[in-house]
């Protein structure tokens, strides 16, 4: 799964197919044409509230895949502190949670079994710590 790149559209028909649900099913469902539907899978981007029915209908979580490439590709959080205080707290985002879904972890510890990156190149590219890495192979192993 590529979480860089994503083409929410693509994913959408993908988990269409794995339910076997009927077109005129989702048809129904959106209140919307066949062609209507198709052109959502042609669609990089889908507003969010399409998108909500979406994780509705096929019961699957679509944001996922998005809060899934900010932990992979935000750029780490500055530990700066604002120059001025303001009143108002001020509101930080914090997209590097340390938080991996087993599918991140499958998907990295497969990187791994197929040599198609190392340790340390994903410590490098996924700021994934090496503490957090040498847990997730010991309960492999088990």
Not at 73 to 84: M, T
Not at 112 to 128: A, P, T, V
Request: aromatic share 14%.
């Amino acid at each position: 799964m590529n979480f860089k790149d994503i083409h929410i559209g693509k994913f959408i028909e993908i988990k269409v197919t794995e339910c076997g649900m009927e077109i005129s099913h989702i048809c129904n469902y959106f209140n919307l044409g066949e062609k209507d539907i198709l052109r959502m899978y042609d669609s990089s981007h889908i507003d969010s509230a399409l998108l909500l029915k979406w994780s509705k209908l096929l019961n699957y979580d679509f944001f996922r895949l998005y809060t899934q490439h900010l932990i992979f590709y935000a750029p780490p959080s500055s530990n700066l502190k604002p120059q001025s205080q303001t009143k108002h707290k001020v509101l930080k985002s914090n997209f590097r949670k340390n938080i991996y879904t087993q599918e991140i972890i499958d998907f990295i510890l497969e990187l791994m079994e197929e040599k198609k990156l190392s340790r340390h190149e994903i410590y490098e590219k996924y700021k994934i710590p090496s503490t957090t890495l040498y847990k997730w192979i010991s309960k492999r192993k088990k």
